[in-house]
T-cell receptor, first 115, second 116 residues
Framework: GDSVTQMEGPVTLSEEAFLTINCTYT??????LFWYVQYPGEGLQLLLK?????DKGSNKGFEATYRKETTSFHLEKGSVQVSDSAVYFC??????????????FGKGTKLSVKP | DGGITQSPKYLFRKEGQNVTLSCEQN?????MYWYRQDPGQGLRLIYY???????QKGDIAEGYSVSREKKESFPLTVTSAQKNPTAFYLC???????????????FGPGTRLTVL
């Protein structure tokens, strides 16, 4: 079945460091790919998404490119801030078959940014 | 403001009691979802509904029940049959299910359920 694998955390960085959180996926069809962010005690917020191969999603300085050849959707940010501290979830929505539209999530990566 | 509301934010229940978690959306979305979040396990799908008066079981439906009588509302009942109900419950909605570009899910703030 479909699955998402993301790097385990926690990830601890100093402010202004470069961030990469790896995400790879397995899917039957042609999924849409998402990154969500969760701040402590809150629900998930959509950070960015890409719906087809080679699309780049971007928001708030974060970027991720849909790489079909490597089945990856790695999250990057050039210079993190303390306010970026949160848990980041990679997810896919497979538009194939009976479970179309359902999200499959990775386990989440906790990011802590120190001043 | 359009959005998804969940109530209450914190809920305490005695063992053996049923409890219902509320989820309301005013986004005019067709599809709604319930997830359970446990530490270190990501989110797991409990139930989903793609249209009013219809819903399907997700990966961990045992011990839960739902209804979808109105487009805006998708309440989740945690029954006494759920063996380990203490968790963070998240509701989400999307414009439509299964169509690229309309499948983005938007989440509510969550309800933390604790069984005493």
């Amino acid at each position: 079945g479909d699955s998402v694998t993301q790097m385990e955390g926690p990830v601890t960085l100093s402010e202004e460091a470069f961030l990469t959180i790896n995400c790879t996926y397995t899917a039957t069809g042609y999924p849409s790919l998402f990154w969500y962010v969760q701040y402590p005690g809150e629900g998930l917020q959509l950070l960015l998404k890409a719906t087809k191969a080679d699309d780049k999603g971007s928001n708030k300085g974060f970027e991720a490119t849909y790489r079909k050849e490597t089945t990856s959707f790695h999250l990057e940010k050039g210079s993190v801030q303390v306010s970026d501290s949160a848990v980041y979830f990679c997810a896919l929505s497979d538009n194939y078959g009976g479970s179309q539209g359902n999200l499959i999530f990775g386990k989440g990566t906790k990011l802590s940014v120190k001043p | 403001d359009g959005g998804i509301t969940q109530s209450p934010k914190y809920l305490f229940r005695k063992e053996g009691q049923n409890v219902t978690l509320s989820c309301e959306q005013n986004l005019n979305h067709d599809a709604m979802y319930w997830y359970r979040q446990d530490p270190g396990q990501g989110l797991r799908l409990i139930y989903y509904s793609q249209i009013v008066n219809d819903f399907q079981k997700g990966d961990i439906a045992e011990g839960y029940s739902v209804s979808r009588e109105k487009k805006e509302s998708f309440p989740l009942t945690v029954t006494s049959a759920q063996k380990n109900p203490t968790a963070f419950y998240l509701c989400a909605s999307s414009i439509k299910a299964g169509t690229s570009g309309t499948d983005t899910q938007y989440f509510g703030p969550g309800t933390r359920l604790t069984v005493l």
